[in-house]
DNA sequence: TAAGGAGAAATTGCATGCAGAAATGTTGTG
DNA sequence: CACAACATTTCTGCATGCAATTTCTCCTTA
């Protein structure tokens, strides 16, 4: 922990709680005992507790007074929403880049799309996990609005637990780099509408690919 | 207070420092001082810290390590974000609902806007400021994605210190009525991209009524 | 008078302790 | 064997205390 400095006890365990989540370290449903999490990080229970209602507020962790906290468990319709909600933050995020990215912007991200092209050819899915962040994440600050990107990265990273094996799914790669392609040409294109609508189908075909892979885990346990 | 069962102190203090900063009782950038706050209300620092921490999570207060958490201060292009990131969210409100609202949501949102024109005639900024939130809650409500809908709202709140006095500035309540006007003919007939356009135009609005505002409170000090 | 600095006071960050609620284990009863 | 009632343990919610840092005060000096 490089800033001891700048941030408190508590900051930082806010962030390596979500990292730990985010990594998969602790499943959802999981509880989060505060003296369990006291000792793991060598501190008391006080910053322990301060920490939990900081990660609560981004819905990674669900507070129930009087109870241990847990990590967010969500029903599939309360699922559906969170990925409708953020198939739209992401849709708007496209728009206003359509509208409002520069050109060297427009350029850095066609140039990503470009390389992206090589992971798919190669089936070299972990790399194109990474590339596909980026890809995003150039959208989210392509907006130019520092607010609605934080919103929706924080909506990415609050799904991340449901989303980190999509493309483990057959042709799941190769559909991903087509429906960037779409999205990259309107937004070049500076066609707000068409930036939109593409990016809405995207986002929602990742739902999509969860899905299937929660019915396969399904059956495989049936 | 009459949910001490299912609330701990410090969900409530949370709530009532939202309100306090909400309802103007304190401006942005005054401290808010633990130990002031712990007598205020009646309990330790410990829940105040807790307390503290969570509304800082929806971007009301700030918290500086090592020194007084403030109300959040925004400067004019911070706030010229904020604002357009809020009315992005209400646009995709209401884009939504013009696909997803149901007949009688439509039928009340059209009632209400009908009651508003009195009000507009009446002059009456305070009941017309109470019922313009209940259009804009419905608005939420109509998308029937409650991750977006609460989104929304709390953007709405977090911007709360900013649009206190808008409906004083002279003809705005009128103007204000003719975009909901708009808005609500768009939803009403289902064309979902009109809605947004005449949403987004509709909350930019109030940003230029709060700049009016402000360059008159300066000139009245110059 | 303004600027600077030493010391005092106030304030935050965190650990610890305790009361009460929830979870768990145990025993008795149908 | 199931299950209900009770006892025990564990854990949360909150108050309090202390060390470290920041802020305030006042004095010195240019």
Chains 1, 2 share one sequence.
Not at 37 to 65: C, D, F, K, M, N
Not at 101 to 121: D, F, I, K, N, S
């Amino acid at each position: 922990m490089n800033n001891q400095d700048t941030q408190t006890r508590t900051d930082r365990l806010a962030e390596a709680i979500a990292d730990a989540i985010m990594a998969g370290g602790f499943q959802p449903g999981a509880k989060l005992d505060e003296q369990m999490l006291a000792e793991r990080y060598g501190v008391s229970r006080t910053p322990v507790r301060e920490a939990l209602r900081q990660v609560a507020a981004t819905g990674l962790i669900a507070l129930r007074p009087r109870r241990s906290a847990i990590v967010a468990t969500v029903t599939p319709a309360e699922l559906e929403t969170l990925f409708g909600a953020m198939a739209e933050l992401e849709a708007t995020c496209a728009r206003m880049c359509a509208i409002s990215m520069t050109p060297m912007e427009r350029r850095r991200l066609e140039a990503l799309h470009g390389a992206m092209q090589a992971m798919v050819a190669a089936g070299d899915a972990e790399a194109y996990t990474d590339a596909n962040q980026t890809f995003h994440s150039q959208i989210y600050a392509g907006t130019h609005n520092a607010v609605i990107a934080e919103m929706t990265a924080n909506m990415r990273r609050r799904l991340s637990p449901f989303r980190r094996a999509q493309f483990r799914a057959p042709g799941r790669l190769s559909l991903s780099h087509a429906e960037h392609g779409a999205v990259l040409q309107a937004i070049l294109a500076a066609r707000a509408a068409e930036a939109h609508a593409t990016m809405l189908h995207h986002v929602s075909l990742v739902e999509d690919a969860y899905e299937q892979l929660v019915e396969q885990a399904s059956a495989r346990l049936a």
